[in-house]
């Protein structure tokens, strides 16, 4: 007998916790940055789509292009979390 939850299909509630931890850990040092963390990032809410010159972070309607450094600059960041929450 199930418990009478219904998850999601696509994000189970482990996702979830990650996701929020991640989201967490950025916004609490935009400056310091891993672009793993970066990019898991993105993962979560979009995709990352290899552009000719830079690799760009595409969620909904919005688009970023961004350099790919070991410590992702600020500006980026940013701009990341401001998508994030406008969503």
Known sequence: ???GIIYD????PEKVVKKEK??????GNVRNVSLKDFEALTN???YIEEGAKHPKVVIGNHTLPYRREPRVKTCYVKELLGIIESL
């Open 1 to 3: 007998m199930t418990s």
């Open 9 to 12: 299909t696509i994000e189970r």
């Open 22 to 27: 991640l989201l967490e850990k950025v916004q």
């Open 44 to 46: 979560y809410y979009g």
